[in-house]
Every structure is written in C-alpha cells, then in structure tokens.
C-alpha cells in the first residue's frame, strides 16, 4: 500500500521557521521525483516545489512566492521528503501536501496533508 | 510565467449530463504537458488526466480530455455522482507548475 505521512506542522510566529516531513512508502521513492503543494482554507492549490531524484542530481525548484525561503531536501536512505521553511509569513499558512505528482506514469500519490499556521 | 485560467467557476448540471471543463493558458503548454486533478471536500487531489489526454490509473473511461497548445478541455461524458468535485488543471515539465484556479461541479 502506498503511503505518504506528513509531519512537522504546527502554529508558528511570522518570521519564524518550520521543517515538513514526508515518509513515503510502498512505491519507489528514490526514482520519483517528489512535490510540496500548499493549500489556503478555502482557496486553490498552489505549487510550492520540487526535488527531482540522484539520477536528475536532485536538483530542485520552487515557486516565486517561496524561492528564498523554503527549502526542499530528502532523504533516499530513510525514504523521506522534506520542506524547511523559513522567514514565514502570514500568507503561508495553508495545508501542505506532498506529493508525487505522477505524470511519467499516471499514478500520483498524495499525503493527507498537513496544516501550517503562521500567526502571532 | 504561464497563467492557466479555467472556466466556468462553478458548473450546474445533474447526474447523467455531460460537463464540459476548460484550461486556457497565457502561453503555449509545451509537449501538451497539461494535467487535471479531482479535488472532493477534505480530501488530497487526485490525478484524473496527464499529457492532456491520458487517463491516470484506475480512472473510468467516461473522463476524457483533448487540447493543445493554449486551450485544453476536461470532459466527463456522463455525470455519476462521485465526480461532483472541484477540478483543477496544471501545467507541467518546467518550473513553475501552476495550477489553474478551479472549476467547481456542482449537482443541479
């Protein structure tokens, strides 16, 4: 069965910082390349990053709304994505996802999603 | 950077009609990378369509999808009712991936 846990999240102060996890399991992590979505209570979804896998030199890309502040990483080892993000603001708070979006093969696979809360 | 915009916002229509869904993009979506995502309340989205009209794994043929270039279409040829949902398309293969900013199916 194929799993993706966020964790990490919680209520933090603006200009603050947080670190996301996500633990994949069931397919293979190592060989996908691996997205963080976020959305707003009530609004749409807005595509946060990437990190594409050792083959593709895991070489990552973000939004113009988070580039600078937030940083995406994994582990292949222990099969886990990560999102630090830093210098937040009020306009970051949203549920995060991540996800492997699927598109080289049709089978896309998303976490439960995890909430962030930026206020003071 | 492309800006997808979808159409209508909300779409009324009762089970066993056909829903018409739209993506129009700023720019030409290269490689038609081009995908739709089924969002219902509470939950993840969904993978529906990728290169603009290929169905994702396990979804039933009444989806389909056309298009290229600029303007791309989502059709689900006869509602059932676990496809009233919020549906978005992306644009894929280069940063950024924007989303459009959904299309709502509502049951009339």
């Known amino acids: 069965e194929v799993q993706l846990v966020e964790s990490g999240g919680g209520l933090v102060q603006p200009g603050g910082s947080l670190k996301l996890s996500c633990a994949a399991s069931?397919?293979?992590?190592?060989?996908?390349?691996m997205h963080w979505v976020r959305q707003a209570s009530g609004k749409g979804l807005e595509w946060v990053g990437r990190i594409r896998s050792k083959a593709n030199n895991y070489a990552t890309e973000y939004a113009a709304s988070v580039k600078g502040r937030f940083t995406i990483s994994r582990d292949d080892s222990k099969n886990t994505a990560y999102l630090q993000m830093s210098s937040l603001k009020t306009e970051d708070t949203a549920v995060y996802y991540c996800?492997?979006?699927?598109?080289?093969?049709?089978?896309?696979?998303w976490g439960q999603g995890i909430l962030v809360t930026v206020s003071s | 950077e492309i800006v997808l915009t979808q159409s209508p916002g909300t779409l009324s229509l009762s089970p066993g009609e056909r829903a018409t869904l739209s993506c129009r993009a700023s720019?030409?979506?290269?490689?038609?990378?081009l995908a739709w995502f089924q969002q219902k309340p509470g939950q993840a989205p969904r993978l529906v369509m990728y290169g603009a009209s290929t169905r994702a794994t396990g979804i039933p043929d009444r989806f389909s999808g056309s298009g290229s270039g600029t303007d791309f279409t989502l059709t689900i040829s006869s509602l059932e009712p676990e496809d009233y949902a919020m549906y978005y398309c992306?644009?894929?293969?280069?940063?950024?991936?924007?989303f459009g900013q959904g299309t709502k199916l509502e049951i009339k």
């Open positions: 992306q644009r894929y293969g280069s940063s950024p991936y924007t």
């Open positions: 069931g397919f293979t992590f190592s060989g996908s390349a």
């Open positions: 996800t492997r979006l699927g598109f080289s093969s049709g089978l896309g696979y």
């Open positions: 720019q030409s979506v290269s490689s038609d990378y």
